[in-house]
């Protein structure tokens, strides 16, 4: 089972920037793709960003190309989300999730979550 905590979420105006990472704990994740989504208030959870095992592929959400980026460092066992040009429309809960075998959109194919964490940006 791995354990996924993400921090570096936070309150910040439109136009900022926040890196959110992602830690991993328990079994190793260097093998397997790595994700983000995102739940604002009110909708469903929404994929943002994944990465492959060895960070040679990405995949973005429309929604966030050119703005975001992801990449992970496998020693670390650490996920990264750099996030710039914030609008207010990504105020969401951030959730790092970890065990697919490939870059997936769909939530399914993920096999563990974090607890998210929040950010908010605010006009």
């Known amino acids: 089972q791995v354990q996924l905590v993400e921090s570096g979420g936070g309150l910040v105006q439109a136009g900022g920037s926040l890196r959110l990472s992602c830690a991993a704990s328990?079994?190793?994740?260097?093998?397997?793709?790595m994700g983000w989504f995102r739940q604002a208030p009110g909708k469903e959870r929404e994929f943002v960003a994944a990465?492959?095992?060895?960070?040679?592929?990405?995949y973005y959400a429309d929604f966030v190309k050119g703005r975001f980026a992801i990449s992970r460092a496998n020693a670390k066992n650490t996920m990264y989300l750099q996030m710039n040009s914030l609008k207010p429309e990504d105020t969401a809960v951030y959730y790092c999730?970890?065990?697919?075998?490939?870059?997936?959109?769909?939530?399914?194919?993920?096999?563990?979550w974090g607890q998210g964490t929040q950010v908010t940006v605010s006009s």
């Open positions: 990465i492959s095992w060895d960070g040679g592929s990405t």
């Open positions: 999730a970890a065990g697919s075998d490939y870059i997936a959109v769909a939530q399914t194919k993920w096999r563990s």
């Open positions: 328990g079994r190793t994740t260097a093998n397997k793709a």
